[in-house]
């Protein structure tokens, strides 16, 4: 079983920068495909930034030359740095595994953290 957890949001204004962190914990072989959502109140959970498991990264279009993120193979530590921060960031940020190699034999795990909330006041 793997368990991914948030950390590292809160309220900051707007300009500003926050860096989250999510720590994969439990039975992991390689983090692969993993990344970040987000989902404002009342829209859909959407991409923020991730790598695929082909180890490239996709980010939206409306985080691009913002966000940035990265990863710790070893830790397990998957990190988003948020720059420029505008009230339209603000949302529940969520990290998720999409999959987690688990094994050598390449079973996967395909999952959520509890997500973190982040606030830019204007």
């Known amino acids: 079983q793997v368990q991914l957890v948030e950390s590292g949001g809160g309220l900051v204004q707007a300009g500003g920068s926050l860096t989250l962190s999510c720590t994969a914990s439990?039975?992991?072989?390689?983090?692969?495909?993993i990344g970040w959502y987000r989902q404002a109140p009342g829209k859909q959970r959407e991409l923020v930034a991730n790598?695929?498991?082909?180890?490239?990264?996709n980010y939206a279009d409306s985080v691009k030359g913002r966000f940035t993120v990265s990863r710790d193979n070893v830790k397990n530590i998957v990190t988003l740095q948020m720059n420029s921060l505008k009230p339209e960031d603000t949302a529940v940020y969520y990290c998720?595994?999409?999959?987690?190699?688990?094994?050598?034999?390449?079973?996967?795990?395909?999952?959520w953290g509890p997500g973190t909330q982040v606030d830019v006041s204007s």
């Open positions: 439990g039975s992991i072989f390689s983090l692969n495909a």
């Open positions: 790598f695929t498991g082909g180890g490239t990264t």
């Open positions: 998720h595994g999409d999959p987690i190699v688990i094994d050598a034999y390449g079973s996967t795990w395909t999952g």
